[in-house]
C-alpha cells in the first residue's frame, strides 16, 4: 500500500532514530518509492529541523552547541581541573611575563601561583585577575597583574573584542596559558569567537604555549579555531594523548598527571 507524504516521513524519522542515520537509496528501495522523493522528504524535515542533510542521507538534528555559564563550568571536572592547574604552576619560573586567558581551568592555574619573584600576569578573565590580586596581597607571590580592557561578557566573566585584541598586540610574552573548548587532531577551538580571537592573539605574541584542558574537551569541536597544533609547546591534561592521535605525527608535548607519576608524551 502507498503511503501518504505524511506516514513515509514518520518512518523515515523512526529509521533515523533507530539507527541515527539514513541513506537515501535504502530508504527509497524499502519503502518503494524513487530516489527524488526521498530526497523531497528529507527537505521538508530539514526545513522543519527535524533532521539535518549530509552527503547521501540525513543525521539528527541537532541545536547549536552553548556555552555552559562560567559558574556551571566550574563544578564540571572540578578535580582535574585543580590538578591541571597545579602542574601548570609549575611551568611558571621567576620573571615569567604571560598571558592567561579565560576559561575555569586557567582559574585553577592562576589559585595554585605560589612563591615565584616579578611575575608579569595579562588576563582577560576578570575572576582570574580578582584571585591574583588577593593572591599578591596576601604574599603568596610578587609582581603585577594587568588587566585586560574590553567588552565585558558576564556569563563568561570575561574581557573581548576588537579593543581586547589590539592591547595584546601591543605585548610580547614569554608564556601563554590557554584554555579550549575542545581538542581534535586538527586543533583547539572553542565556543565564543571574541574569546577566540583574544586567545588566538595570546598565542600569536607568545613565546612558549600551554593549553589547559580536562579529558571532557578531548574529541570535541566547539565554533571557532584558536590554533593548531604547530603553534603549542604542550597540553597539559589529566590523562595522556589518546593512542590514535600518538600515531599520527602529532609533534607538540603532552603532559599528563597520574597518582604516582607525571607523564611527558611527544
Excluded at 526521498?38 to 533532521?51: G, V, Y
Excluded at 579593543?163 to 610580547?172: A, V
Excluded at 610574552?173 to 569567537?193: E, H, R
Excluded at 600569536?204 to 578531548?218: F, G, H, M, N, P
Aim: hydrophobic fraction near 40%; include cysteine.
Amino acid at each position: 500500500m502507498t503511503l501518504l507524504p505524511e506516514e513515509r516521513q514518520q518512518v523515515i524519522l523512526d529509521e533515523l532514530n533507530r539507527h541515527g542515520k539514513i541513506q537515501v537509496m535504502n530508504l527509497a528501495k524499502s519503502l518503494a518509492v524513487t530516489p527524488e522523493t526521498i530526497r523531497r522528504d528529507l527537505d521538508q524535515l530539514e526545513q522543519q529541523r527535524m533532521l539535518k542533510r549530509v552527503y547521501g542521507g540525513a543525521i539528527p538534528y541537532h541545536l547549536p552547541k552553548r556555552e555552559p555559564h562560567f559558574e556551571k563550568k566550574q563544578a564540571i571536572q572540578q578535580a582535574a581541573k585543580t590538578k591541571i592547574g597545579q602542574i601548570a604552576a609549575e611551568l611558571l619560573a621567576d620573571g615569567d611575563t604571560i598571558a592567561l586567558d579565560v576559561g575555569t581551568t586557567t582559574l585553577e592555574l592562576a589559585r595554585a601561583i605560589k612563591g615565584l619573584n616579578q611575575l608579569t600576569i595579562v588576563t582577560n578573565s576578570l575572576p582570574a585577575a580578582a584571585l591574583l590580586n588577593e593572591l599578591l596581597e596576601a604574599n603568596q607571590f610578587n609582581g603585577q597583574v594587568i588587566m585586560l580592557g574590553g567588552l565585558t561578557h558576564p556569563a563568561q566573566q570575561s574581557v573581548a573584542g576588537a579593543f581586547t585584541c589590539e592591547l595584546l598586540s601591543r605585548f610580547h610574552f614569554d608564556k601563554a596559558f590557554i584554555s579550549c573548548g575542545g581538542i581534535t587532531a586538527d586543533g583547539f577551538t572553542d565556543y565564543d569567537m571574541e574569546e577566540t580571537l583574544c586567545s588566538t592573539m595570546m598565542v600569536q605574541r607568545s613565546e612558549q604555549v600551554y593549553v589547559l584542558a580536562d579529558t571532557s574537551k578531548i574529541g570535541q569541536t566547539q565554533f571557532s579555531r584558536i590554533c593548531g597544533w604547530p603553534d603549542v609547546s604542550a597540553v597539559v591534561c589529566d590523562q595522556p594523548m589518546p593512542d590514535e592521535w600518538l600515531s599520527s605525527g602529532i609533534q607538540t608535548t603532552w603532559i599528563s598527571e597520574h597518582p604516582l607519576r607525571r607523564d611527558f608524551t611527544c
